[in-house]
């Protein structure tokens, strides 16, 4: 078979398997964000930082949420990247602080831009209580907005837009949350690697030479930098690293984490404007422009 033939399937595959699902997550995703009810953990979240899910915003205070959210985030993070120094060398690496803030910033804004190399850079409390935390909140914040997006074209003469503290909480622990841990078993039962191991694992080469292995929980991260479409990879070449993504099959994963998400919203669009015939109208033209892109 040869490889234009090949990579044909192999994207028809993900088309397939996008089409078969972006019915049921769009269907989740919806419900998640408008169910009536909060879980038992959500409403203890509500409690610690003093939000009533009962209460809806307007847009403007909606928006300013947004931006409030942002700016705490993205001064917690620069704060632990600059922490990184008071631990042992094994656990932190050490930025400069513009490029601590550089990075602050682009992880909080879904951006996710590193000017320095992954598995050196940011030791293990920064990659999973940083980097990975805002893997997860960035997306959620989007996937807050485009379902602010959402009510506002069905409410267009309604005063309010939903409560993004709300729409955070249940894009994080209702979607992306479970999504990733079965993502990441699945990266793990792949090859991806998934453990604390230092950088301090130096093997002998065939050439004679010695070589440093470095580990680290990057399933974990891997799974959320896709399902969020962040970037931003454990290693300095992201995915294009063998313990970041080792085989054919676990692109072929990626890739459909990649996408998963936002081929599934035009579903939760079409719900949320009592107007299923629209998502459709809307996914189709998004298939049509990633087919002709390819």
């Keep these: 078979m040869n490889v234009g033939l090949q990579t044909a399937l192999y994207l028809a595959t993900v088309a397939a398997i996008l089409a078969v699902v972006h019915v049921p997550l769009g269907n989740w995703i919806h419900r998640a964000l408008t169910d009536p009810r909060d879980w038992r953990g959500e409403r203890w979240i509500y409690r610690l930082v003093g939000v009533d899910p009962r ?3 307007s847009w403007r205070t909606y928006a300013v949420a947004v931006v409030a959210f942002a700016a705490a985030s993205i001064g917690l993070l620069f704060a632990l990247i600059m922490a990184q120094e008071l631990l042992p060398a094994s656990f932190g690496r050490s ?6 803030l550089n990075t602050a910033v682009s992880f909080t804004t879904n951006t996710n831009w590193q000017s320095y190399a992954g598995e050196l850079g940011a030791g293990y409390p920064v990659a999973m209580a940083g980097l990975t935390v805002q893997n997860f909140v960035s997306a959620a914040t989007g996937l807050a907005v485009a379902a602010a997006l959402c009510r506002g074209i069905a409410r267009s003469r309604g005063a309010t837009i939903g409560n993004f503290w709300v729409d955070l909480v249940r ?3 209702r979607i992306l949350l479970p999504l990733s841990v079965i993502g990441a078993i699945i990266l793990i039962a792949g ?5 604390f191991a230092l950088h301090d694992q130096v093997v002998n080469t065939l050439a004679g030479a010695q070589q440093t292995i470095p580990g680290g ?3 974990s991260q891997e799974v959320i930098k896709e399902l969020g ?5 454990f290693y300095n070449v992201n995915s294009a690293h063998p ?11 990626q890739i459909f984490l990649i996408l998963v998400i936002a081929f599934s919203l035009p579903r939760t669009f079409g719900r949320m404007v009592d107007s299923r015939k629209q998502g459709y109208a809307i996914v189709a033209v998004m ?6 892109r390819i």
């Design 171 to 173: 894009g994080s622990i």
């Design 95 to 100: 930025q400069h602080w513009h490029t601590a």
């Design 217 to 219: 929980p990057v399933a």
């Design 55 to 57: 209460v809806e915003q």
């Design 243 to 253: 313990f970041e993504n080792p085989t054919t099959w676990t692109n072929w994963v």
């Design 229 to 233: 479409t962040n970037g931003g990879g």
């Design 287 to 292: 298939g049509v422009i990633a087919t002709i």
């Design 191 to 195: 090859g991806v690697i998934q453990n």
